[in-house]
C-alpha cells in the first residue's frame, strides 16, 4: 500500500489504466515515470485502475493526469467513479495525455527520426498508427483519426485493437516502407502482445516504434501539464 502524501504538499497523480491481470509491473511503470515528472514544489505520484487500493492516495486537492490516449469512458466515468470510492470525489482530473497540444509535434519527430535511421523520405513513407478503439465509445477512434489528420499531408492509415478496421487488416498490403507508430500510452499487453500478433498475421514488412508514450519528452509535457494547473490554483 502507497503511504498517503503529507496534507501540506500539493500533489499530483499520474493515473494509467494498468493491467488487471497482473497489475504489478503496470503499476511499477507507473511510479517510474511519476519519478521522472519533475515539478517544482509538488510532490508527483503514480497509480493504475487495475492495482488494488492505488487511487488510496489521492485526496480532493489532488491533481489527477489521466495517462489515457482519449477522453473516452475511462477519464469521463470510470475514473471520476473510482476517485470517489477512494475518497476524493472533489480531485480535479486533467486533459488526458492524448489531449497534449504537443502530441502531434511529438509523433512527426518520432516518425521523422524513424525514416531519416533507416534512409527514407518520410513524405514518400506509408505511417500506420495503431491504437487501441473501443466497442463503449467512439472517442479512442477519433482522437486517432484526429492524429492522422494532424499528420497530413503525410499518408496514414489507422488500425484498431478492439474495432473496425482492426490492425491486421489495416497493415495488410502496405508497402515495406512503412512506419508503424502505435498510439498507446504505456507498454502494456496491447503493445506486447497484441499489435506484434495483428503486424506479423498482417504480413507487415515495414519497422514498428515504441508506443508513443515511452518517448523520452514525455515526462516534460506532463510536468508541464500539471505546472500549468497548479499555476491556476488560488
Known sequence: MVEPLPDALPDALIVAHGQ????????????????????????VRGATL??????????????????????????????????????????RILPPFGADPGLPALCRRLLDQAAAAEGWALSETHILLAAHGSGRSRAPAEAAQAMARDLAPLTVTCGFIEEAPFIAD??????????????????????????PAALQAAGFQGITLPPVGMAAEVPAMI???????LSERP
Open 20 to 43: 488487471p491481470g497482473d497489475p504489478s509491473p503496470q503499476q511499477r511503470a507507473a511510479e517510474a515515470l511519476a519519478a521522472r515528472v519533475q515539478v517544482p514544489g509538488a510532490t
Open 50 to 91: 487495475a492495482m488494488p487500493g492505488a487511487l488510496d492516495i489521492a485526496r480532493d486537492e489532488t491533481l489527477i493526469y489521466p495517462l489515457f490516449m482519449a477522453q473516452g469512458w475511462f477519464t469521463r466515468s470510470e475514473l471520476p467513479r473510482r476517485l470517489a470510492l477512494a475518497g476524493a470525489a472533489g480531485a
Open 170 to 195: 489495416a497493415a495488410r498490403h502496405l508497402p515495406a516502407r512503412a512506419i508503424c507508430l502505435p498510439l498507446f500510452a504505456t507498454r502494456a499487453e496491447h503493445v506486447t502482445d497484441d499489435l
Open 223 to 229: 510536468a508541464a501539464s500539471i505546472r500549468a494547473a
